[in-house]
C-alpha cells in the first residue's frame, strides 16, 4: 500500500527542470509566477545555446581525445546553426569552452564511465515536487575517484549557481548513491573547478521551501 501510494503521489506531483527552479530559491514569492513563465519560455534556448560544445567534450572524453579533429568540426558546425541573439557568436563561445575542457580538464580525467547527456530520467522526488536534471557525465579522475561531470559555461550569479549545484547534489544522491563531493563542476569560463565539498544546509532548506511553495502555486493554478 505504501509503494501504491509514493508511486501515486510521483504521478500527481509537479515536475520542473532544476534550471528554472534554482532562480526561484532565493527569488520574492510574490515574482514566482512571472519569472517562472519567463525562464520556461527562454529555457530550451539556453540550454541548445551550448549544447554543441557540451556534447563534444562528451564525445572528447570518451575516445580519449583521439578524434579531436572531426569532433571539433562536427561541433563549429553545429554551434552554427544555434539561434541566437545579433549580440551573441555561438560558434566563438562553444569554442572557447572546448578549448578550456581540452586544455584545463581533459589532462585531469584518467577514463571515462558513461555519458548522461541523453540517459533517461525520471526525475527525483524531492519536497513535493520532481526534479529533472542531471550531469553531464561520469569519469574516473587520476586519483581513481568516480566523479560526475557538470559541465558549467555560463556566468550566473553566486545565488543561482549555490541554488543549482545544491538540486544536482539532491539529484546524485539519489540517483549515483553519491555526494556534493562527487560533483566535479567545471567552470570553463573561469578555467577551474567550482569547489563543493558537501552539501548546504541553508541551502538545502531553501531548495525544500520553494518546493513546497511551488506545490501549492500548481495546486492553486488546478483549483483556477
Not at 547534489?169 to 558537501?198: G, H, N, P, Y
Request: hydrophobic share 40%; glycine share 4%; proline share 4%.
Amino acid at each position: 500500500m505504501a509503494d501504491a501510494m509514493s508511486i501515486r503521489g510521483r504521478l500527481t506531483a509537479p515536475e520542473i527542470h532544476i534550471y528554472p527552479f534554482s532562480r526561484l530559491i532565493h527569488a520574492p514569492a510574490a515574482r514566482w509566477e512571472k519569472l517562472l513563465k519567463a525562464l520556461e519560455e527562454k529555457e530550451n534556448i539556453v540550454y541548445l545555446y551550448y549544447q554543441p560544445a557540451r556534447e563534444a567534450i562528451v564525445k572528447l572524453t570518451a575516445s580519449s581525445g583521439k578524434r579531436r579533429d572531426s569532433i571539433f568540426v562536427e561541433m563549429q558546425a553545429r554551434a552554427a546553426a544555434v539561434v541566437h541573439s545579433p549580440s551573441q557568436n555561438p560558434v566563438r563561445d562553444n569554442t572557447k569552452c572546448f578549448e578550456t575542457f581540452e586544455e584545463t580538464f581533459l589532462p585531469k580525467i584518467s577514463s571515462f564511465v558513461q555519458s548522461l547527456i541523453r540517459r533517461k530520467h525520471f526525475g527525483t522526488s524531492f519536497g513535493g515536487v520532481i526534479l529533472k536534471g542531471l550531469p553531464h557525465m561520469e569519469v574516473i579522475d587520476q586519483k581513481g575517484k568516480s566523479r560526475l561531470v557538470y559541465l558549467y559555461p555560463s556566468n550566473w550569479s553566486d545565488k543561482e549557481l549555490d541554488a543549482y549545484l545544491e538540486l544536482l547534489t539532491i539529484i546524485i544522491e539519489a540517483e549515483f548513491e553519491a555526494e556534493a563531493s562527487d560533483l566535479w563542476c567545471m567552470d570553463l569560463r573561469r578555467k577551474q573547478t567550482v569547489k563543493r565539498s558537501k552539501s548546504k544546509v541553508r541551502t538545502r532548506k531553501a531548495c525544500n521551501d520553494a518546493a513546497q511553495h511551488f506545490v501549492r502555486l500548481r495546486s492553486l493554478a488546478e483549483v483556477d
